[in-house]
């Protein structure tokens, strides 16, 4: 492509976003421009495939597409809502979930020393952020960001947290509640599970009364429990444990829930949130997240036996936290300096608009979703709608309806969507997932396309609504 195009190009991509609202915080113009730069060229590059049914839907109505030559018009729409990503089917499963520009740019940072005052300075920052996403300001809580993927924080609750031989009850809700119990055995604890029907969740008396049975170290709880889109509630089993159990540990996996569903961790007593940094937050794969309250940090600081781990023990790492959080170089292993841009940039714009809007745009998203899927003569697996999750929709196929049918007739439309994982009955349903970008920015479409797809290719599976 000539310079003088490519010059073009760029300007009416410029000048379309400046006109757009803006919701979001966005790297500066001037952070990047050679990257920028090559990745809008690369939309605009002929032999790019421009394949999905939707480019001319996405362009903004700020564009005079009459003065622009139609083939220049289908690319450049791209180029203006979705500027550094090239085409794609819109990832809706239940995280990885779909990127925001400035979020995945932020990784294509210089390489920076991970001990530098610099990057000491925004891995400190976004630490200070964490505080503020998960309503703490507690400052005996401490937040842990270690390179890994959710599963890591199942680790460092189930090596730090509980020794050899104490008890921990695991309310059971599915796959995810079920692989945070076998993490907790592996590590010598003794662990009772409850466990509710497929789509459903441990009640409170029956908790109540497991609680008052025997003596637990701890309580694990699934907050959506990802295989089954069953949503739990954290506050009132929050006060059924500290009325019934008081010095048992109350700790959330939260891998599916933080930043979709709400968490109050001060107001809500909680000890221990972990969470991941590729579903709701929104940022590339490869981050543990978590938050631990000073009573958790108490339980780690009076065991008796020692951590049976290296790279997830709490102790290597909690002096690192607390130093770059007080912008003070310190080292036990690598972070990675990329993905911390990245998630630094997503919990700016998570911030920059009050959390409770933030969550309520997804539960209004997912109210909208569930009552198409009822309209389509769909049910869901979390049958009880107090149960459901904001942030994903399980919901079985009709008897007739193969998944493997349904998902390619998806892929078709420009939309991904999971399998079931929950074992009793994978194969019978599919899961939507409905998070961050998809649902905060309108713009996009995801959500209405989605469903269209939804209804067209269950109905291309020869499935009428009875
Ligand atoms: C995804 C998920 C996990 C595991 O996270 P990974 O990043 O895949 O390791 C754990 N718990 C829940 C509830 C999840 O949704």
Redesign the pocket.
Known sequence: MSRSVLKRAVGVVRGAASSMPRRTPSLPESANPPARLSLISRHLAPEYPINTPYTIERLPDTIDTSRLPKTQTRKLSYSATMSSQPPHPTLLI??PIEFDDAVLQSMSHFSESHVGPTFVATFGETLTMLRKLFQTTDSSAQPFVISG??????DIVAANLVEAGEHVLVLGTGY?SD??ADCLRVYGADVTELKAPVGSRPQLPEIEKALSEKKYKMITV?????STGVLSELEKLSELVHRVSPDTLFIV?G??SVACEEIAFDAWKLDGVVT?S??AIGCP?GLSISMFSGRAIKALENRKTPVAAYFASMNKWLPIMKNYENKKPSYFATPSPQLIHSLHTALTQILAQPLSERFAAHKAASDKIKKAVADLGLKQLASNPDDQAHGMTAIYLPETVKQAEILPQLAKRGVVFAGGIHKEVATRYIRFGHMGVSILDPRRGDVDRAVKALEEGLSECGYQKA
Not at 149 to 154: F, M, P
């Open positions: 239940p995280g993927s959710g599963t890591l924080g199942w995810f692989g945070f699934t907050h959506v429990d990802t996996d891998v599916c991941a590729q579903k794969a």
